[in-house]
């Protein structure tokens, strides 16, 4: 929803959503609502309209919606491939993740063909005015992690239209896939840390731990020369364990390479084992992205400067409310 301009992901089916206070309205027309505490109109609030390419479908009937789908404000996202081999296993599996649930659900697809992607970014550019494109997945191998699918999907689309895109994956075997990927057409690279405590990491997620954080920092350090300072992120959430001293320690850490952190707070997800972990206060929130903010502003990385992806939409967190106003232009 967008409040007072800025648009913010508000979860509703959680726990934490269900014992709110407050209560939206039905939104008129144009998307607005009002929001009432006890009865109290408080504010109001805008709902994006539902995006025309939803309506669409493609020549074998699969529908635009089930491809990708709008995230924020004028972001188009999928998940390229809505299986993970760390997902088969209780033992793997991360456990914030829902990454088969919507594919149980009949809601998307297993696999969206690079043909299908660039039909439904054409559109939703056309129709609906996405500005960029974010691509992850699930990983599909041990060897690149899904880059080769990525350079397949971002070439594709690239041929059918003009749209920044952000990849994300877990770091490939093989430093050259950041030189691939670019090539292929993906301006942005996400490559998410989550967790950054190694024994938090091995509870809460015992495959992709497998991964340790140095071979992260490692991937880091070769993808920045390739796509440029600020434009390689990484995604932290907050809340799952890590104290505040070490999510701004590796922070520091990751600006220093030129790697914009995206930290936000941890919101569950209904029929995952941590479905009834509390969201972070906001007290936790502010005592971490006022230094975060300082930092990033001290490191000259700004979300607003990201070509494309999570940070730049900026929707999941307040971050970029803690960066420095970008200085006016004479």
């Known amino acids: 929803m967008t409040i007072e301009g800025r648009t913010v992901m508000v979860p509703v089916h959680t726990a934490g959503a269900f014992a709110s206070p407050y209560v939206a309205s039905v939104p008129d027309a144009a998307g607005v609502s009002t929001i009432r505490r006890d009865g109290t109109v408080v504010g109001e609030v805008s709902f994006p309209l539902q995006p025309r390419f939803y309506a669409m479908q493609t020549l074998d009937g699969v529908p635009y919606s089930q491809i990708a789908t709008l ?108 030189h691939r990927m670019k090539a292929a057409g993906i301006d942005a690279l996400g490559m998410h840390l989550e967790v950054v405590t190694p024994d938090l990491r091995r509870a809460i997620m015992p495959g992709k731990a497998s991964v340790p954080v140095s071979r992260y920092l490692d991937a880091f350090s070769a993808a920045v020369p390739v796509f440029g300072r600020g434009q390689v992120s990484t995604y932290i959430l907050a809340g799952l364990g890590d104290t505040r001293e070490a999510i701004l320690s590796i922070c520091e850490t990751l600006i220093g390479l030129g790697v914009y952190p995206f930290v936000v707070p941890f919101v569950p997800i209904s029929g995952t084992p941590l479905e009834d972990h509390p969201t972070p206060s906001p007290a936790f929130m502010r005592e971490l992205l006022g230094p975060l903010g300082a930092m990033l502003k001290a490191g000259g990385l700004r979300s607003a400067d990201i070509k494309a992806g999570c940070g730049k939409c900026g929707a999941c967190s307040a971050l970029s409310a803690f960066e420095a106003p970008a200085e006016s232009e004479n």
């Open 71 to 178: 995230h924020g404000r004028d972001v188009l996202a999928t998940t390229i491939l809505q299986t993970c081999i760390r997902y088969q296993s209780r033992t793997k599996t991360c456990r914030f993740c829902a990454i088969g649930q919507s594919l149980a659900a009949g809601r998307t697809i297993a696999h969206k063909t690079p043909e299908q992607l660039a039909e439904v970014a054409r559109a939703a550019v056309l129709l609906d005015g996405v500005k960029h494109m974010v691509m992850t997945t699930g990983t599909p191998n041990v060897t690149d992690r899904g880059a080769a699918v990525l350079c397949d999907s971002a070439f594709a689309v690239k041929a059918a239209v003009d749209l920044p895109i952000q990849g994300q994956c877990e770091p490939p075997d093989d430093d050259q896939w950041f």
